[in-house]
């Protein structure tokens, strides 16, 4: 019976989405929205979390496509940034709580881009390129703290920068210290019986409800940390400790997240209260179809049982939140919860959400080539 419910199913799918995708269409989507974006945006801005979240998107799609103008742009960012995140130069006074200034050194959003530095090094290597990221990485995992990611959205910041210093270094305590560090994150944050992750300390169940009473998981952070764990597996070395443990909280967090998608493709900004904050959201909805797409492209995911949730997201993302003009919206604001009554349209468009987009549609194209 279940191998017949399957069939059906795909073949609906395919009926309803217009699945006959082809990567020419793909590509050409992509490129919309990459050109739209940085014609309308310019590099020289900050290197906190909002704007290095696209460059890892654009990054991916360097790798894919060998695109030289679109990594010129992620290039000036680099340079205007002088190759760092957080700037300051006195490690007595830096932090790891929220902050936006200089001294939060060692808080993930400003660590993010070193991701994006690390793969420019890999591509053109120089020196000047990693030695923020080395200082200030090999400073924090020789602390005696292990409470650094406190926040879902973190777990996409610094998970990936961890497996890439220690691609980078061979020092295994930067894998020591990751597994530590999501160790502490997932006894603040993780439910074990949902299998997904409450944005932060503060909206665990009980102590926070949605507006009907019920658990309330924040799309785009499950997104950040379904995301992050994709990065993670690609780069960490299949015979570490851990990387079981990593691919079945990968796995579990897949059912879960096809579970609550919408039958338009999309998933509510509250993932189990599609009524608390209703409507189309396009970030979260791009991490997990990317999540999706790359762990059927790498054997982690059945294909048969996840490719039509894959493929509805990449339809909503595709046909939906991409404009004509190559804007693509719905993505929520900056915020950090499923907000009930927030206004998230076609106009709605923000850097991270452009990443994720790039990030889903490299995997399409990826699919589509297997």
């Known amino acids: 019976m279940r191998k017949y419910f399957i069939v059906y199913f795909l073949l609906i799918t395919y009926s309803v989405f217009g699945q006959d ?26 290197a906190f979390w909002d704007q290095a979240a696209y460059h890892s998107g654009n990054m991916e799609f360097y790798k894919e496509f060998k695109n030289k103008n679109f990594l010129k742009y992620t290039e000036d960012w680099a340079n205007f940034n002088e190759w760092k995140g957080a700037k300051s130069t006195d490690k007595a006074n830096w932090k790891y709580s929220y ?21 420019l090094y890999h591509i053109d290597p120089q020196a000047y390129k990693i030695a923020r990221a080395q ?60 299998k997904l992750y409450y944005r932060d300390a503060k909206y665990v169940y009980p102590k926070h409800k949605t507006a009907h009473g019920i658990k309330d998981f924040w799309a785009r952070g499950d997104g950040w940390v379904f995301a992050g764990l994709a990065k993670v597996l690609q780069d960490l070395p299949k015979d570490n400790a851990h990387y079981k443990h990593y691919v079945k909280r990968f796995q579990d967090m897949a059912d879960a997240i096809v579970a609550c998608q919408q039958k338009e493709g999309f998933w509510t900004r509250s993932m189990l209260d599609p009524e608390h904050a209703p409507g189309k959201e396009s970030s979260g909805t791009a991490f997990f179809t990317y999540g999706l797409l790359w762990g059927i492209n790498n054997g982690i995911l059945n294909r048969e049982e996840f490719d039509g949730a894959a493929k509805k997201g990449w339809h909503y993302l595709s046909n939906i939140a991409l404009q004509p003009d190559g804007k693509v919206g719905y993505i929520q604001p900056i915020g950090e919860k499923a907000i009930p009554g927030q206004v998230v349209d076609a106009h709605s468009t923000s850097p991270f959400g452009v990443g994720a987009f790039l990030l889903a549609g490299v995997e399409m194209y990826r699919y589509l080539s297997k």
């Open 21 to 46: 995708l082809k990567k020419s269409d793909v590509l050409a989507q992509l490129n919309l929205a990459n050109h739209y974006w940085q014609t309308n945006h310019k590099p020289q801005v900050w």
């Open 135 to 194: 200082e200030v990485m090999d400073y924090q995992i020789h602390t005696k703290q292990h409470d650094y990611w406190w926040w879902a959205d973190g777990l996409y910041m610094v998970m990936p920068v961890m497996t890439k210093m220690y691609n980078l270094t061979k020092n295994p305590l930067y894998l020591e210290k990751l597994h530590e560090y999501l160790e502490y994150a997932d006894d603040i944050m993780y439910d074990q019986d949902e």
């Open 99 to 119: 902050g936006e200034t200089d001294d939060y050194v060692l808080f993930g959003d400003w660590q993010i881009c070193f991701q994006t530095y690390i793969d």
